[in-house]
C-alpha cells in the first residue's frame, strides 16, 4: 500500500520569508500524480500544486515550487515570499496513475506565519 | 475553476437520527465522486468511492449500511448517515472528478460538520 508522510506537525515562518515543507511516499510504482493541497480554517481543500511522477521538471504555481526527488520519494514544497494568507493546514497527496480512485493523503503540516 | 457544492455545511442531530449530505458538482459532469471523513487536527480519510449508476465501493471498515450513497446523476451524489450516533461526529467532506480536465484533478466541497448529540 502507498503512505504518506509528513514529519512536521506544525511549522512557522516570518512574512515573507521562505518556508519548506517535508513529504515522502512509499511506493512500488513508476507513474503517479503528487499533490499538495492547502486546507485554510474555513476548512476548503484547495489544490496548491500538482507534479507528475514522469515529469523530471519541478512544477511551480507563482510563490509555489516543489522539489520532487522521485529516487527519494521525496517531494517538498516550498513557499516563498510567505504571506499571512498562507497560513493554514498543508496535505501532501499521493495518486496512482493507474487506480485513480486511490488517493493518499498525509497527516498533514500545520503552517503558521508570523507577521 | 470547476465548482463542488456540499450541503448542508453544519448540522445537528439527535441519536438515531438519520443525515443526508449532498454533494453537487456545478459546472462539470462528474462520474466519480469521493467522500472523505476528517476527525479534529487529522488527516482525510477515504469513505467510500461513489460512481454514477452503480453501486458505491466502500473502503475497509466503512459500514456500507450505515453510511448510504447514492450517486444518481452526473452531478449529484448523496451520503446519508443512518441512525446516528456521537461517534459519528466529525467533518465529512466530498470530492468530485472533473472528466473534462483529466484524471487527475480534483475539486472538493467545503465539506460538512456533523454533530451528533
Known amino acids: 500500500a502507498q503512505t504518506v508522510t509528513q514529519s512536521q506537525p506544525e511549522m512557522s515562518v516570518q512574512e515573507a520569508e521562505t518556508v519548506t515543507l517535508s513529504c515522502t511516499y512509499d511506493?512500488?510504482?513508476?507513474?503517479?500524480?503528487l499533490f499538495w493541497y492547502k486546507q485554510p480554517p474555513s476548512r476548503q481543500m484547495i489544490l496548491v500544486i500538482r507534479?507528475?511522477?514522469?515529469?523530471?521538471q519541478n512544477a511551480t504555481e507563482n510563490r509555489f515550487s516543489v522539489n520532487f526527488q522521485k529516487a527519494a520519494k521525496s517531494f517538498s514544497l516550498k513557499i516563498s515570499d510567505s504571506q499571512l494568507g498562507d497560513a493554514a493546514m498543508y496535505f501532501c497527496?499521493?495518486?496512482?496513475?493507474?487506480?485513480?480512485?486511490?488517493?493518499?493523503f498525509g497527516a498533514g503540516t500545520r503552517l503558521t506565519v508570523k507577521p | 475553476g470547476a465548482v463542488v457544492s456540499q450541503h448542508p455545511s453544519r448540522v445537528i442531530c439527535k441519536s438515531g437520527t438519520s443525515v443526508k449530505i449532498e454533494c453537487r458538482s456545478l459546472d462539470f459532469q462528474a462520474t466519480t465522486m469521493f467522500w472523505y471523513r476528517q476527525f479534529p487536527k487529522q488527516s482525510l480519510m477515504l469513505m467510500a468511492t461513489s460512481n454514477e449508476g452503480s453501486k458505491a465501493t466502500y473502503e475497509q471498515g466503512v459500514e456500507k449500511d450505515k453510511f448510504l450513497i447514492n450517486h444518481a446523476s452526473l452531478t449529484l451524489s448523496t451520503l446519508t448517515v443512518t441512525s446516528a450516533h456521537p461517534e459519528d461526529s466529525s467533518f465529512y467532506i466530498c470530492s468530485a472528478r472533473d472528466r473534462g480536465q483529466g484524471n487527475e484533478k480534483l475539486f472538493f466541497g467545503s465539506g460538512t460538520q456533523l454533530s451528533v448529540l
Open positions: 511506493t512500488s510504482e513508476s507513474d503517479y500524480y
Open positions: 507534479q507528475e511522477a514522469y515529469k523530471q
Open positions: 497527496a499521493y495518486r496512482n496513475t493507474y487506480n485513480n480512485n486511490d488517493m493518499r
